[in-house]
Structures are given as structure tokens and as C-alpha cells.
């Protein structure tokens, strides 16, 4: 699968004239709990030509692939819209540069949009993006009837990364596993949770099993305390200026 992509990817910069600068893996495989028959979520930045900027009007900034029979899913975000989505905090490219499958990456645009993804890092922000997530997804895992595996995955990730961004005040990792020693202070929770990810790496993605009071528990209670502490955290301070020079660097040819 790996080549498989990169032919996708060198085949997208062929026909539609544009420069990958950063692709990796989103999704359950880059959070370390895919099930046999989970998607490929690649999900790439790229720049297009410098003409494609010096126009009346904009363009479509986001190419779509779609799933297709080997399960490959790419989606890519033009650079512009992702900087702008950056300097209000978006989760999604803040998440990405993190991943631990990657793809394809110029060393210098990936350091340097790490750099600035922790600049316009929004706690306040950040934090009710996941806390939504997270009571919607807690609201299914609350029914009686068995849910996917991989919903309470979605719930405990979503209110692990608020814990983490109360706790530690910076963007939460996307590797699930690093979220982890956030439970530790409750006495045989990571057990459950590593037993549940055997689970789900051998199951299919339709699997459904049933719920633990306790991680319900654990749930909720990320969520009680995102929702009482959430308020008090300060809101990102991003330098219009160095995004708009980091945006002129990636978009100009190179000399």
C-alpha cells in the first residue's frame, strides 16, 4: 500500500500541476487501533503553481478522491486554506503534522509547519472541538445495546485529548498510545483499554461489543471536567505576519 500511494501521489502533482509538500496517514491506522478492513486515510498539503495565486478570485482548494476497492482514501487541502484554518486552530492540520505514518515530506516545510502549528495552537479552542466530539460520541455509548468498537474509540479519543489539553496545555498527540498515561491514575483502566485495542486490530470494522461502565465512566468524567475547566483557557496568538512569510516561502519557485 505504501507504493500503491506514492503512485497516487506522483500521479496527482502530474495531472493537476501541483506540489505535495507534506502526505500522511490520518484515521485509525495513524491512531494505532485500525481494523483489518479499515481505510487508507491519506491526507496531504500542497501548493499549487504561482499563478494559480495571481488571479481575481480563488479556485477549489481541496482535492478529493474518494474510497476506492483497495480502500484508499486521499484527500489533500491547498496550502492557503490550510494556513488560514491553521491560524484559527483547526485540529485537523495541527493533527497531521504529527502523524506517525508519513508518506511524503520536505523536511524543511515539515519543521517549520510544526513550528507554527504550536503557534497557533488554540487551547480554549481546541478543546471545545473535541469536547463536541466527544459528548457525541459519548451519547451513543451511553444505549444499552452494544456500539461499535470503533465509536468508543472515537469517544475515548476525543475525551482523552481533552484531559491532555487541560493537563498538559499543548495540542494532544494523534498516536492513541501516548494518550494513555492519562488514565493511570485509575487502577486497571489502560488494561481495559489495551485489551479492547487487541480487540479491535482483529475484529472488522462493523464489530460491535459491549460497553464497560467503567471507560463509560472515564468518558464522561474527561467530559464533566473539559466542560467546568474549559472556559478559563486562553485563546492561540498567531503571527499574521510569519504565516504570511511561511506562505510566500512554499508558494514562490525556487530560485
Known amino acids: 500500500m505504501y507504493e500503491k500511494i506514492n503512485a497516487a501521489l506522483n ?4 495531472t493537476r500541476g501541483i506540489r505535495i509538500l507534506f502526505a500522511c496517514e490520518s484515521g485509525s491506522r495513524a491512531w494505532g487501533f485500525p481494523s483489518p478492513d479499515s481505510d487508507y486515510d491519506v491526507r496531504f498539503l ?3 503553481p504561482l499563478n494559480w495565486y495571481l488571479r481575481i478570485g480563488t479556485g477549489k482548494d481541496t482535492i478529493d478522491l474518494g474510497v476506492d476497492d483497495d480502500l484508499l482514501d486521499i484527500t489533500g487541502w491547498e496550502l492557503r486554506k490550510t494556513l488560514q484554518l491553521l491560524r484559527k486552530s483547526n485540529a485537523s492540520p495541527i493533527d497531521w503534522i504529527q502523524s506517525p505514518i508519513v508518506y511524503r515530506a520536505d523536511p524543511a516545510f515539515r519543521a517549520t509547519f510544526t513550528d507554527l502549528s504550536r503557534e497557533c495552537f488554540s487551547p480554549i479552542g481546541t478543546l471545545f472541538h473535541y469536547l463536541s466530539m466527544a459528548k457525541r460520541y459519548a ?7 452494544p456500539q461499535k468498537l470503533k465509536s468508543w474509540f472515537y469517544a475515548l479519543r476525543t475525551a482523552l485529548n ?3 489539553i487541560l493537563r498538559r496545555g499543548s495540542a494532544p498527540p494523534m498516536a ?6 492519562l488514565v493511570e491514575e485509575t487502577p486497571g483502566v489502560r488494561e481495559k483499554i489495551e485489551a479492547w485495542m487487541l480487540i ?5 470494522e462493523s464489530y460491535r461489543h459491549p460497553g464497560d461502565p467503567v471507560l ?3 468518558v464522561l468524567d474527561c467530559i464533566r471536567e473539559a466542560e467546568e475547566k474549559g472556559p478559563q483557557l486562553a485563546g492561540g496568538q498567531p503571527s499574521v505576519d510569519r504565516i504570511n512569510d511561511f506562505f510566500r516561502t512554499w508558494i514562490l519557485p525556487t530560485p
Open 200 to 204: 479491535k486490530r482483529r475484529e472488522v
Open 11 to 14: 500521479q496527482l502533482e502530474q
Open 46 to 48: 500542497y501548493a499549487q
Open 176 to 181: 492513541f498510545d501516548q494518550l494513555l498515561p
Open 216 to 218: 463509560l465512566a472515564l
Open 162 to 164: 481533552c484531559r491532555w
Open 139 to 145: 451519547a451513543g455509548c451511553q444505549r444499552a445495546e
